[in-house]
């Protein structure tokens, strides 16, 4: 089900819906200790509010600074009726984003994440984290993979069910649910930490409704930051590798602007940029260590260094040099890194299926761009670069505009596995595993493979 027909549905069973589910003494149980948690006037974001009742009406009655969002125009025209201390905006989710620098003491997240697709609510979990102040918490309510098969649903091997149709208000509704496992480890992946997880069994007023089995979970948000994830990072990663250059080319030409827009906006002040990407950079200078950048002391304001950290064994040294020709004492300095972000869908399908196909033992491991930058931070922190942010690029994305599915897929597999695999001998075998991937991708974004892109922008720690 698309979000539009989400939208569609609850704008139509939204009196419904709540005449069945708002009095659960269970949920609001819940929501009240999770209230009782928080400062006085704490901000919260409820994500998917529906009608309010009983979440929005138990937060507002808390005094907290309540804001909802939600597809359905019924439902926020209802809460914004109803609770006009809050602030209630029609939103999708996936798209949201908050006032820049408005950061959350708590988001919940009451039986909405289920609407999405897998690939959606993993990445959510991820801007959840970004959206929260430190020691910030997530609530969410939820039912396990494993309670949704006797209502007609099956999850996979690794207990994920991504959109199946199941049984909800007398109706089939493609849902989303994963097992308590998975919740935990896509947590964690995100950052958050001390998660407690309760069910609850509930009964809608209707007896005829099935009984709902809710998890109630609580994180909180750990001191990892999310856009550097996923974590806990793996014992290995790929080895040294150069992304190829013919291919990086001819991605670029298939990329939208969501980069370079995000980019020209932050380099608007400076005048004197080095760029380096992999079709710039001089291998010699990034691969040896001993090599050094041909300008002298300070010649820059601005270097950005654009998917060309990937899979070096040594960044200390680049990164020495690239503050070296970074002149710090410019009003406008800054070193802008972009690498991948953790939810990126390109690199969550290669790190799948090629690692498994590898036949170099560099290869054999996945990437992992939140180390990358995590690493990078360190050095720059090292070489007067300390004020580190990181921005997400959420809407960069490859475009394919083949006619069929099927020449889609290919063409992305092909493309994406000379870029990265190119060195491996057999790089057919890796475009046949990397087509299946690219394929279910396609399927909910027919002509866009998600590259979301993190920023990091570190600009010099100056004496106060
Ligand atoms: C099962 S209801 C739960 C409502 C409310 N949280 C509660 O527990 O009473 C799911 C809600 O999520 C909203 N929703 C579904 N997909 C969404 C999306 N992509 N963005 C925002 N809201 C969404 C629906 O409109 C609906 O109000």
Same mark, same amino acid.
């Given at each position: 089900?698309?979000?539009?027909?989400?939208?569609?549905?609850?704008?139509?069973?939204?009196?419904?819906?709540?005449?069945?589910?708002?009095?659960?003494?269970?949920?609001?149980?819940?929501?009240?200790?999770?209230?009782?948690?928080?400062?006085?006037?704490?901000?919260?974001?409820?994500?998917?509010?529906?009608?309010?009742?009983?979440?929005?009406?138990?937060?507002?009655? %808390?005094?907290? @600074?309540?804001? &909802? $969002?939600?597809?359905?125009?019924?439902?926020?025209?209802?809460? #914004?009726?109803?609770?006009? !201390?809050?602030?209630?905006?029609?939103?999708?989710?996936?798209?949201?984003?908050?006032?820049?620098?408005?950061?959350?003491?708590?988001?919940?997240?009451?039986?909405?994440?289920?609407?999405?697709?897998?690939?959606?609510?993993?990445?959510?979990?991820?801007?959840?984290?970004?959206?929260?102040?430190?020691?910030?918490?997530?609530?969410?309510?939820?039912?396990?993979?494993?309670?949704?098969?006797?209502?007609? %649903?099956?999850? @996979?091997?690794? &207990? $994920?069910?991504?959109?199946?149709?199941?049984?909800?208000?007398? #109706?089939?509704?493609?849902? !989303?649910?994963?097992?308590?496992?998975?919740?935990?480890?896509?947590?964690?992946?995100?950052?958050?930490?001390?998660?407690?997880?309760?069910?609850?069994?509930?009964?809608?007023?209707?007896?005829?409704?099935?009984?709902?089995?809710?998890?109630?979970?609580?994180?909180?948000?750990?001191?990892?930051?999310?856009?550097?994830?996923?974590?806990?990072?793996?014992?290995?990663?790929?080895?040294?590798?150069?992304?190829?250059?013919?291919?990086?080319?001819?991605?670029?030409?298939?990329?939208?602007?969501?980069?370079?827009?995000?980019?020209?906006?932050?380099?608007?002040?400076?005048?004197?940029?080095?760029?380096?990407?992999?079709?710039?950079?001089?291998?010699?200078?990034?691969?040896?260590?001993?090599?050094?950048?041909?300008?002298?002391?300070?010649?820059?304001?601005?270097?950005?260094?654009?998917?060309?950290?990937?899979?070096?064994?040594?960044?200390?040294?680049?990164?020495?040099?690239?503050?070296?020709?970074?002149?710090?004492?410019?009003?406008?300095?800054?070193?802008?890194?972009?690498?991948?972000?953790?939810?990126?869908?390109?690199?969550?399908?290669?790190?799948?299926?090629?690692?498994?196909?590898?036949?170099?033992?560099?290869?054999?491991?996945?990437?992992?761009?939140?180390?990358?930058?995590?690493?990078?931070?360190?050095?720059?922190?090292?070489?007067?670069?300390?004020?580190?942010?990181?921005?997400?690029?959420?809407?960069?994305?490859?475009?394919?505009?083949?006619?069929?599915?099927?020449?889609?897929?290919?063409?992305?597999?092909?493309?994406?596995?000379?870029?990265?695999?190119?060195?491996?001998?057999?790089?057919?075998?890796?475009?046949?595993?990397?087509?299946?991937?690219?394929?279910?991708?396609?399927?909910?974004?027919?002509?866009?493979?998600?590259?979301?892109?993190?920023?990091?922008?570190?600009?010099?720690?100056?004496?106060?």
């Amino acid at each position: 089900m698309s979000h539009q027909a989400t939208e569609s549905l609850y704008d139509e069973i939204f009196l419904d819906y709540e005449n069945n589910y708002h009095n659960n003494a269970g949920l609001r149980a819940f929501v009240r200790e999770a209230a009782s948690k928080l400062p006085p006037h704490a901000q919260v974001l409820d994500v998917g509010c529906g009608t309010g009742r009983p979440i929005a009406e138990t937060l507002c009655a %808390a005094e907290l @600074d309540v804001t &909802g $969002i939600d597809l359905s125009t019924e439902m926020v025209e209802l809460c #914004r009726k109803r609770f006009p !201390t809050g602030t209630f905006i029609k939103a999708d989710m996936t798209k949201y984003q908050p006032e820049p620098q408005q950061k959350f003491d708590a988001i919940f997240a009451v039986l909405s994440l289920f609407h999405v697709s897998h690939r959606e609510c993993y990445s959510m979990l991820f801007k959840f984290s970004e959206w929260l102040r430190k020691d910030g918490f997530l609530f969410i309510t939820t039912i396990y993979s494993q309670d949704l098969v006797e209502r007609g %649903a099956r999850p @996979d091997s690794s &207990g $994920i069910i991504d959109l199946a149709d199941v049984q909800f208000m007398s #109706r089939n509704v493609p849902l !989303t649910a994963l097992s308590g496992e998975k919740w935990s480890n896509y947590l964690t992946a995100a950052g958050f930490v001390d998660m407690q997880a309760t069910r609850y069994d509930f009964q809608p007023a209707d007896p005829t409704l099935k009984v709902a089995h809710h998890h109630f979970i609580t994180v909180k948000k750990g001191d990892s930051h999310p856009l550097m994830g996923p974590y806990p990072y793996p014992d290995k990663v790929r080895g040294p590798y150069s992304i190829n250059k013919a291919a990086y080319k001819s991605f670029l030409g298939k990329l939208n602007d969501a980069e370079s827009k995000a980019l020209a906006d932050v380099l608007k002040k400076n005048t004197n940029v080095l760029k380096i990407d992999p079709t710039t950079s001089n291998e010699s200078f990034l691969f040896g260590p001993k090599e050094k950048l041909s300008y002298p002391d300070n010649h820059f304001d601005c270097v950005v260094v654009a998917w060309a950290l990937d899979g070096l064994d040594n960044l200390e040294e680049p990164l020495r040099e690239i503050a070296r020709v970074t002149n710090s004492a410019s009003p406008n300095a800054k070193i802008v890194i972009i690498q991948a972000a953790p939810d990126n869908d390109l690199l969550k399908q290669v790190n799948v299926v090629c690692p498994g196909v590898a036949e170099k033992a560099n290869n054999k491991a996945p990437m992992h761009h939140g180390l990358i930058l995590h690493r990078a931070a360190e050095a720059l922190k090292t070489n007067g670069f300390a004020n580190i942010e990181l921005t997400r690029i959420a809407d960069s994305a490859c475009r394919f505009a083949e006619r069929d599915l099927a020449a889609r897929s290919q063409s992305a597999a092909n493309l994406f596995a000379k870029m990265y695999y190119a060195d491996e001998e057999d790089v057919q075998s890796m475009q046949a595993v990397l087509a299946p991937g690219m394929d279910s991708i396609l399927k909910e974004t027919p002509n866009d493979i998600g590259t979301q892109a993190v920023m990091l922008v570190a600009t010099p720690s100056r004496a106060a």
